[in-house]
Structures are given as C-alpha cells and as structure tokens.
C-alpha cells in the first residue's frame, strides 16, 4: 500500500464522520478503555482505602498513648502525696518544673491539686491560705454545700490558670461526676466536655479534665465505702482541646482530618476539629476512643491531599484522557485562534476609534480637558492648546505636577467654585469667565463652558469641559465701554468710525471664540 500522508486532526475529524467502521473501533476501545479504568480504579481505591485505614489507626494510637502519658504525670503526682505528709505549694511547684511539661508533653493547661473540705472545715481552711499571703482567697462560686472543693495548687501558676485558683469543681455536675467516679474506682476518670474556668475573651475552647484521687496514708482502700471516707482530693490536669489536640496532631494530620466527639457525633459534643470535614471525603472511619473510663469517639476523613497522594490512573484512562485532552486542546486552540482575531479587529477598531477622537478633540478651538471637581481642578485629560494659555505641556498637567488651579488668578476661584457648585447642585452645564495667567506673566481671559459627570449615587466622579480664549472679546467690549463714557464728554468727530470698527472686532472675537 502506498504511503499516505497523516491526517491532520480537521482531516481525522472528518473521516468519522463519514466512516462507521471507525465509530465502531472507538466504540470498542471507550468500552476497553472503561473496563480496564474499572478494574484497576477499584484495585487502587483498596489499596487506598487500606492505607488510609493504617493512617487513621496510626493517628488513634497516638492519641491515645499521649492521654496515657497524661495519667502517667498524675500517677506520679500521686506518689509524691503518698511519700509524703504534706505536700507543700513549693514542693509542688518544683515538682511540676523539673518534669518540664512543656518540652515533653506541649499541649497540657497544666497540672494541679484539688482538695475536698467539708462545711465544717471551710472557715479554717479559707483561713490557712490566707495566711499564706493569698489574702483575697475564697472559694467560688459562692453558696452552702457539703462537701467543697478547692484548687490550691496549679501549675503553671499564671496567666489563664489563676483564674482557676480556689474553684470548687466539685459544684459543677460535669466535673463532679469525674470525681467520683475516680474517688471510688482509684483510678484515672476523664471528664466530659466542659467549658475551663481559665477560659474568657474570644478564643474559647471546648476542655476536659482528668482526675486521679488522693487517699489518706497514700493507700487506696479495698471498698468504695472505705475510698469515700478517706478521699482527701484530686491531682489533675485541665485541657484545651484545641490546644492540645494541635500538640499531639501538628506533624501527623497534614493529609486526614480528625474530627474528635465526647460520645455520638454531635454538634453539642464536638471536642476538636482539625478542619471543617468535606462531605465529599472518599475515606471515613470512625474509632473508639476509650481514655480514663469515657469514650471519645475519633472521625478520620481523607483529605483531597491524600486522595490525590493516593490516586493513580491506569494505562487505558491515560490513553483516554489523552485522547480527549488533544481533542479539548485543539478546539480551544481554534477558538482561541478566532477570538484573539475577533480582539485584534476590536482593538484596531478601539485605536481607529481613539485616534478619530483624539485628532476631533485637538482640532477643537480652544482647550478640551477632563478634570476633579474640587479645586484646585487636578487635570484628567486636556489637549494641547493649553500650552499656549499657560506656557506648561499637557503632561505636566496630567501627572499632577500643575493644575488649573496653579494658573488661575486667585481673586476668580470663588466666582468658578460657585458655577460648579451650582450646576452640580441643579444638574445643569455650567458657563464661566475668569482670568488664567501664564507662566510668561501674560493674563489672558477665558470662558469656560463644562458639565460635571454624577455616579448612580449621585456623587460627582469628575467634570469635563472646554475653555475659549476670549481675551480679545474682553478688551474690545472694554474699549467700547470707554469710547461710550468719552462720547458722553467730547464731541469727537470720528467717535462713530471708531465705535464701528471697535464693534465690528467684538463681533469677529465672539464668531471665532463663543462656545
């Protein structure tokens, strides 16, 4: 067969329009090409799905052991109660600092101690530490209850966490119901979802507490009963959920969002959210979370980064979207082709256009210009017969180095101002006479015609105008003035020669420069 040449895509186009056989290859190849992107784009969402499952279990156990290490700070809290008689403010303070909390486990609020105090130990207590020179110590919030508690210690002792200083947490149903479940288990109890007592201003967060009890002699007694008698308190840690889910999660999340719930997902238990999570999400997988004796329930959704680190396209749907892409690409190369020519037409048209225009404006007897409305009038536009009443270039004025207001004589501004202003007042054109002195020195009298352009709003954008020196006109119509006063004095027999001529050249200043 002899060789032939390739066919342009026009050329392609057109045989299948007319060619049935090759309407039926492509019907065979898109149906290949189909079953081989489903079979593959199943195989690789598996995978993906796999993946993302390993990813979201990575990031529970994470979370996870992180709590745990939480409990761990407090269990050794609790030991240093329980190896010793008291445990004073300073000994706390450097108990807390050489653990280092903030290098090791960034994140956490801090770490305290609350005490129980029954009603009739409440007097003496608020008197003990107001002897320690807290002299406006209280319990809060206020009212008769039995039993109280107090936080006495916690660490760091600033900023947020003064606020808490001397609050009964006992009083609040939430926190309280973690105290006892702690105080009779002997074990870590978390809290549900509160709102801290450190918290104010605009950046508040949901929180959470754990609690690990303190009993007399450091030893947890056998029976609840016998755990209730010798409750003597609670070392704890408060949490930020923000704060500390950002610590735990800010080098593992780049790729899945967490959603974090105290209990069923619902608005009202939503502890933490790393982001605002896609309901177009491909991948999501729900994980209990069971720290301190409550469970959270963890939501991992993919992100579109990790869909798109975990997407792959078989050899049939690359030939596809090829093919497709070179068809898409060469009818965009056509059209583009035609509307850059269809903008190339239009911007000839616009430059004819403006050229016709600029050609009308500079013909035009006197100064065409565009200007602000305000004095001193800075100039927009104005054409080049402003060079011969001021002696200055158009592009002086157009680039803010002079403005009208530079060569009009000062006595005339209010006379221009009050035009503007009242034409802008009644919508109306306005016509003005005044004086323009130019650079030389020379004072020349122009007349002004303009009309101020408005915005829907009814604010003034700018003005546009033409001036006409009408010097001559001035001096002549002066010159009449004068031979009229002397006609009144003298008798001069060529008076009426004179006035003639002095009228006839009025007359030929108004034909040449009215407006």
């Given at each position: 067969m002899?060789?032939?040449?390739?066919?342009?895509?026009?050329?392609?186009?057109?045989?299948?329009?007319?060619?049935?056989?090759?309407?039926?290859?492509?019907?065979?190849?898109?149906?290949?090409?189909?079953?081989?992107?489903?079979?593959?784009?199943?195989?690789?969402?598996?995978?993906?799905?796999?993946?993302?499952?390993?990813r979201?279990?990575a990031?529970?156990?994470?979370?996870l052991?992180?709590?745990?290490?939480?409990?761990?700070?407090?269990?050794?809290?609790?030991?240093?109660f329980?190896?010793?008689?008291?445990?004073?403010?300073?000994?706390?303070?450097?108990?807390?600092?050489?653990?280092?909390?903030?290098?090791?486990?960034?994140?956490?609020?801090?770490?305290g101690?609350?005490?129980?105090?029954?009603?009739?130990?409440?007097?003496?207590?608020?008197?003990?530490?107001r002897?320690?020179g807290?002299?406006?110590?209280?319990?809060?919030?206020?009212?008769?209850?039995?039993?109280?508690?107090?936080?006495?210690?916690?660490?760091?002792?600033?900023?947020?966490?003064?606020r808490?200083?001397?609050y009964?947490?006992?009083?609040?149903?939430?926190?309280?119901?973690?105290?006892?479940?702690?105080?009779?288990?002997?074990?870590?109890?978390?809290?549900?979802?509160?709102?801290l007592?450190?918290?104010?201003?605009?950046?508040?967060?949901?929180?959470?507490?754990?609690?690990l009890?303190?009993?007399?002699?450091?030893?947890?007694?056998?029976?609840?009963?016998?755990?209730?008698?010798?409750?003597?308190?609670?070392?704890?840690?408060?949490?930020?959920?923000?704060?500390?889910?950002?610590?735990?999660?800010?080098?593992?999340?780049s790729d899945?969002?967490?959603?974090?719930?105290?209990?069923?997902?619902?608005?009202?238990?939503?502890?933490?959210?790393?982001?605002?999570?896609?309901?177009?999400?491909?991948?999501?997988?729900?994980?209990?979370?069971?720290?301190?004796?409550?469970?959270?329930?963890?939501?991992?959704?993919?992100?579109?980064?990790?869909?798109?680190?975990?997407?792959?396209?078989?050899?049939?749907?690359?030939?596809?979207?090829?093919?497709?892409?070179?068809?898409?690409?060469?009818?965009?190369?056509?059209?583009?082709?035609?509307?850059?020519r269809?903008?190339?037409?239009?911007?000839?048209?616009?430059?004819?256009?403006?050229d016709?225009?600029?050609?009308?404006?500079?013909?035009?007897?006197?100064?065409?210009?565009r200007?602000?409305?305000?004095?001193?009038?800075?100039?927009?536009?104005?054409?080049?017969n402003?060079?011969?009443?001021?002696?200055?270039?158009?592009?002086?004025?157009?680039?803010?180095?002079?403005?009208?207001?530079?060569?009009?004589?000062p006595?005339?501004?209010?006379?221009?101002?009050?035009?503007?202003a009242?034409?802008?007042?009644?919508?109306?054109?306005y016509?003005?006479?005044?004086?323009?002195r130019?650079?030389t020195?020379?004072?020349?009298?122009?007349?002004?015609?303009?009309?101020?352009?408005?915005?829907s709003?009814?604010q003034?954008?700018?003005?546009?105008?033409?001036?006409?020196?009408?010097?001559?006109?001035?001096?002549?119509?002066?010159?009449?003035?004068?031979?009229?006063?002397?006609?009144?004095?003298?008798?001069?027999?060529?008076?009426?020669?004179?006035?003639?001529?002095?009228?006839?050249?009025?007359?030929?200043?108004?034909?040449?420069?009215?407006?």
């Amino acid at each position: 067969m002899p060789p032939q040449d390739k066919p342009s895509p026009g050329r392609f186009h057109a045989l299948l329009d007319r060619s049935a056989a090759a309407w039926l290859i492509l019907a065979i190849g898109l149906v290949v090409t189909l079953g081989l992107w489903q079979h593959f784009g199943t195989h690789f969402a598996e995978r993906a799905r796999d993946r993302f499952s390993h990813r979201a279990e990575a990031a529970k156990n994470l979370l996870l052991s992180r709590m745990q290490a939480h409990e761990k700070i407090l269990r050794g809290a609790a030991a240093l109660f329980a190896a010793s008689d008291h445990v004073s403010r300073a000994e706390w303070r450097a108990y807390i600092a050489a653990l280092e909390l903030d290098r090791s486990l960034p994140g956490i609020q801090g770490t305290g101690f609350t005490r129980m105090i029954s009603a009739d130990q409440l007097a003496a207590h608020v008197a003990g530490v107001r002897a320690e020179g807290f002299t406006d110590y209280a319990i809060h919030p206020p009212g008769e209850r039995d039993p109280y508690s107090s936080i006495l210690y916690l660490e760091p002792f600033i900023d947020r966490n003064l606020r808490a200083f001397g609050y009964d947490m006992y009083s609040e149903p939430v926190r309280r119901e973690a105290m006892e479940r702690a105080r009779d288990s002997g074990l870590p109890a978390l809290s549900g979802k509160v709102t801290l007592v450190q918290e104010f201003g605009p950046e508040v967060q949901a929180g959470f507490l754990i609690y690990l009890p303190i009993y007399a002699n450091g030893v947890t007694p056998v029976t609840v009963d016998a755990r209730r008698e010798a409750l003597l308190g609670f070392v704890y840690s408060p949490f930020r959920a923000h704060d500390i889910m950002d610590s735990i999660f800010s080098d593992s999340l780049s790729d899945v969002d967490i959603e974090l719930f105290d209990g069923a997902p619902l608005a009202d238990t939503l502890l933490f959210a790393s982001a605002q999570r896609s309901a177009l999400a491909r991948f999501v997988v729900d994980h209990p979370v069971e720290i301190a004796g409550r469970t959270w329930l963890a939501r991992f959704s993919s992100t579109p980064a990790f869909e798109a680190d975990n997407d792959s396209a078989e050899p049939g749907l690359i030939l596809f979207g090829g093919t497709t892409m070179s068809l898409m690409l060469f009818v965009l190369l056509n059209i583009n082709a035609r509307h850059r020519r269809r903008m190339q037409t239009a911007a000839a048209r616009l430059a004819q256009s403006r050229d016709e225009f600029r050609t009308l404006v500079e013909n035009v007897p006197g100064v065409v210009f565009r200007c602000q409305v305000a004095a001193p009038w800075s100039v927009i536009h104005i054409s080049p017969n402003i060079r011969a009443l001021t002696g200055a270039a158009p592009e002086e004025f157009v680039s803010g180095h002079v403005s009208f207001g530079d060569f009009i004589v000062p006595e005339d501004f209010t006379t221009i101002e009050d035009a503007i202003a009242t034409a802008l007042r009644e919508r109306t054109s306005y016509e003005v006479e005044y004086r323009m002195r130019s650079r030389t020195g020379q004072t020349y009298w122009v007349s002004e015609r303009g009309h101020i352009y408005v915005d829907s709003s009814g604010q003034p954008q700018w003005l546009d105008g033409v001036i006409i020196d009408v010097t001559e006109r001035k001096k002549a119509e002066e010159a009449i003035r004068n031979l009229a006063f002397v006609d009144t004095l003298t008798n001069l027999p060529n008076r009426r020669f004179l006035l003639d001529r002095l009228r006839q050249g009025l007359a030929k200043s108004r034909r040449h420069g009215n407006h």
